[in-house]
T-cell receptor, first 113, second 110 residues
Framework: DGGITQSPKYLFRKEGQNVTLSCEQN?????MYWYRQDPGQGLRLIYY???????QKGDIAEGYSVSREKKESFPLTVTSAQKNPTAFYLC????????????FGEGSRLTVL | EDKVVQSPLSLVVHEGDTVTLNCSYE??????LLWYKQEKKAPTFLFML????IEKKSGRLSSILDKKELSSILNITATQTGDSAIYLC??????????FGKGTSLLVTP
């Protein structure tokens, strides 16, 4: 079945450690996105990519990094520079960037101890 | 300043009630408005409204886009406990990513 797979589902990190969240899609979508969700905050855009080897910062990119070496994959690294990384992270993809339906992964919940 | 504002932020109703969720937006070059339901993890798509499709309905759920008022409503009739979720509104404009509101948390009690 086509879809988006995020891993791990749950992750615990010590302060000062970098962690990488995986996102893989087999929908043949060009556009991919990373969102952060905190209680009562909706979804806030971290990074997005419209095509392989290209990505742009979203509204809250500080302390995060991404890569897009393959169409199917868009991993997110939460660096030690991110001051408050405990959150729920959602990866999404779409055929048309900016206005069409987003397809979401199941999310990754990161907790910093 | 938020581009997309949802109201109310939370709502508690009894099973069988009808609820109306609101979404207003302020974007240039409006292209689409989408509604999602999020129960525990991944948001699931409900409707997409555009200038050429301002009204959608699926079972007990319906949505209308008012381009003059820059807003949309999501109606749920005869609510069930399974309707308890966060409902997210997102708007597409000339940018490369949807703009999301903060969501409405709906709790339907038996």
């Amino acid at each position: 079945d086509g879809g988006i797979t995020q891993s791990p589902k749950y992750l615990f990190r010590k302060e000062g450690q970098n962690v990488t969240l995986s996102c893989e899609q087999n929908l043949n979508h060009d556009a991919m996105y990373w969102y952060r969700q905190d209680p009562g905050q909706g979804l806030r855009l971290i990074y997005y990519s419209q095509i392989v080897n290209d990505f742009q910062k979203g509204d809250i990119a500080e302390g995060y990094s991404v890569s897009r070496e393959k169409k199917e994959s868009f991993p997110l690294t939460v660096t030690s520079a991110q001051k408050n990384p405990t959150a729920f992270y959602l990866c999404a993809s779409s055929m048309a960037s900016g206005f069409g339906e987003l397809f979401f992964g199941e999310g990754s919940r990161l907790t910093v101890l | 300043e938020d581009k997309v504002v949802q109201s109310p932020l939370s709502l508690v109703v009894h099973e069988g009630d009808t609820v109306t969720l609101n979404c207003s937006y302020e974007v240039t070059n409006f292209r689409s408005l989408l509604w999602y339901k999020q129960e525990k993890k991944a948001p699931t798509f409900l409707f997409m409204l555009t200038s050429s499709g301002i009204e959608k309905k699926s079972g007990r759920l319906s949505s209308i886009l008012d381009k003059k008022e820059l807003s949309s409503i999501l109606n749920i009739t005869a609510t069930q406990t399974g309707d308890s979720a966060i409902y997210l509104c997102a708007v597409g404009d000339s940018g490369y990513a949807l703009n999301f509101g903060k969501g409405t948390s709906l709790l339907v009690t038996p």
